[in-house]
């Protein structure tokens, strides 16, 4: 067992670490206070690589491993989580779906655009009606003529306004339940299809989050990734490189608590000395530290069955019910260790708590973790 990282994992924390404090972190609060999409960041991660991931390279990829994938989810959690959900649903949702279960004229036709970031994506699972039960979703395909044709809506959609193209679930077989669900890559041009932004988001004020709805929308038969019936099996199996971007988004989000309130700490003084000597300050720091080791752990362990093609639900699901609940927990020590400052948008632990609470709920809730460790533990399916 080898904890450290190589020297390529290094150099490429190092690089995302020195993108995220110059190109991210100084807009991130502006970006929150005016809801602005931070359209020219990711033009820029794409430029260099960064929305690559762990797509070979003949595609357009970075070619990375899982853990230097998950490295560059933690530092840009760090600077700012609504750039690390685009970078998510990019690289995770959208790019590994495509990548698992395209055609090859799938890969060619959207891989290298996706990874440079000259197109974005959006992943296309919930509905009014079915969240948490994804396979009660009601958004229906039928053939017609030489394609599909869609009806139903989507809702909670990250980047859906903005996506060229969303990878859209529909029943194809509404009588087969779960295995009737199909999916399908829908361009946002596609006649039928429109979209509107969904306002007043707690956090994740700059990251675009949409209604879809679906008219008549026709798309052509080549539409289709995977085969007919495969879609919950894809949503599922997304699902779990999307939880492991967003574990290592917390990861990042508990590592700039701790930097927050050590510095804050060691610089505010009360009764004659900096309240980092103090020893009900210090416990919350260490809460922090404990809670970002065992998470960035966790998100190795399932990085390094990723990276050997193994099965990694219940790990994933581990890291990211961990991860998820303990950037809550730091994010509301770090407003605690910043007293009423911290309760104001002149820090930024205020935005890390609005921000990390989402990763409790967004690519199933905490509860649905559970339930998935629970199953994997007795056998027993609690969630039917
Ligand atoms: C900002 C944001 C971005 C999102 N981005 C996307 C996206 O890009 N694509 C996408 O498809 N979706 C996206 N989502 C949707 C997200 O995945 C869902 O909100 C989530 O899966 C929960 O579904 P729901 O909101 O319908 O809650 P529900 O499923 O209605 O759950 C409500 C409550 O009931 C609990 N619950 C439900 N079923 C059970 C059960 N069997 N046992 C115990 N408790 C249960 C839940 O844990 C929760 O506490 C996003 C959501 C948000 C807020």
């Known amino acids: 067992m080898d904890f450290d990282l190589t020297d390529e994992q290094k150099l490429i924390k190092e690089t995302v670490r020195r993108f995220a404090d110059e190109e991210i972190i100084p807009h991130a609060r502006d970006n929150d206070v005016h809801g602005r999409f931070p359209a020219d960041i990711i033009a820029k991660m794409g430029a260099i690589g960064l929305l690559g991931g762990v797509v070979p390279e003949r595609y357009g ?5 899982f853990i230097a994938d998950a490295v560059i989810f933690e530092e840009i959690g760090r600077a700012c989580s609504s750039v690390r959900t685009i970078v998510s649903v990019q690289v995770s949702l959208a790019e590994l779906s495509i990548l698992t279960w395209g055609s090859e004229g799938q890969k060619t036709r959207f891989l290298p655009g996706l990874c440079k970031g000259e197109i974005l994506g959006a992943f296309a699972l919930t509905e009014p009606h079915a969240g948490s039960d994804a396979a009660g979703i009601r958004t229906t395909a039928i053939k017609k003529g030489g394609g599909w044709l869609l009806n139903g809506s989507k809702t909670w959609i990250s980047t859906g306004n903005r996506a060229d193209i969303s990878i859209v679930f529909a029943k194809t077989s509404p009588e ?3 295995k009737g669900i199909s999916a399908f890559i829908v361009g946002k041009d596609s006649p039928g299809f ?36 495969d879609g919950l099996k894809i949503a599922l199996a997304s699902l779990d490189n999307g939880r492991y971007g967003v574990a290592a988004g917390c990861v990042g989000i508990i590592q700039a608590c701790i930097d927050a309130s050590v510095k804050y700490a060691k610089e505010r003084e009360q009764f004659g000395r900096p309240i980092a000597g103090f020893q009900l300050v210090q416990d919350m720091i260490a ?15 399932a990085g390094h069955l990723k990276n050997k093609g193994v099965r990694n639900t219940l790990e994933t699901s581990v890291a990211k019910y961990f991860a998820s609940e303990a950037a809550v927990r730091a994010a509301t020590d770090a407003i605690q260790v910043h007293g009423g400052y911290g309760y104001s948008d002149e820090y930024p632990v205020e935005r890390y708590l609005r921000d990390a609470k989402v990763a409790t709920i967004y690519e199933g809730t905490s509860q649905i973790q559970k339930l998935i460790i629970g199953e994997h533990l007795t056998g027993i399916k609690a969630f039917v």
Do not use: Q
């Open 176 to 178: 087969a339940g779960a």
């Open 61 to 65: 990829g970075s070619g990375l491993d």
């Open 287 to 301: 809460r922090m530290h404990v809670d970002a080791e065992a998470a960035r752990l966790l998100v190795y362990r």
């Open 194 to 229: 429109t979209s509107t932004e969904i306002k007043g988001k707690m956090g994740l004020r700059s990251a675009d989050t949409a209604s879809l709805f679906f008219h008549d929308c026709l798309v052509p038969e080549d539409a289709m990734l995977g085969k007919p019936g």
